[in-house]
């Protein structure tokens, strides 16, 4: 496995619903880095790890299309289901240099982010 990489820098997480005049809506979950500090490797998917030690991959939504370095975009429609909804969770994002950053998402963001997928539409 790549070298972990944990700096403390803050970041924009961000889990929404894509393709509203669809029946079927695109769940993502984009991450903004500040500019200059990380570039995301775009080809390769993003790692949720649960507590349990279950883990997912994510596609990249940007592998072809990144608008600026810094942003990465995953699409988990199919993943957000296999989660557990009150735990919390590991994101390793997959970085330019072969390195992976660790984002620690607590179990009261999962909690949201499951309303999102049973309760809002």
């Keep these: 496995m790549p070298h972990r990489l944990n700096q403390g820098y803050a ?3 961000l889990l929404f619903k894509q393709n509203y005049s669809s029946p079927v ?3 993502r979950l984009r991450l903004v880095a ?4 990380v570039e995301i490797a775009h080809t390769q998917p993003l790692l949720i790890e649960t507590v349990a030690g279950k883990l997912l991959n994510a596609s990249d939504a940007y592998a072809l299309t990144a608008p600026v370095p810094n942003v990465g975009e995953y699409n988990l429609t199919d993943i957000l289901p296999k989660l557990p909804t009150t ?3 590991k994101l390793y994002v997959p970085l330019s240099s072969g390195q992976q950053l660790v984002l620690n998402i607590s179990n009261t ?3 949201e982010w499951q309303w999102l997928v ?3 539409d």
């Design 11 to 13: 970041w924009q997480v």
């Design 25 to 27: 809506k695109d769940l």
């Design 34 to 37: 500040f500019p200059g500090v």
């Design 87 to 89: 735990d919390a969770l």
């Design 109 to 111: 963001v999962v909690t």
């Design 118 to 120: 049973t309760e809002i």
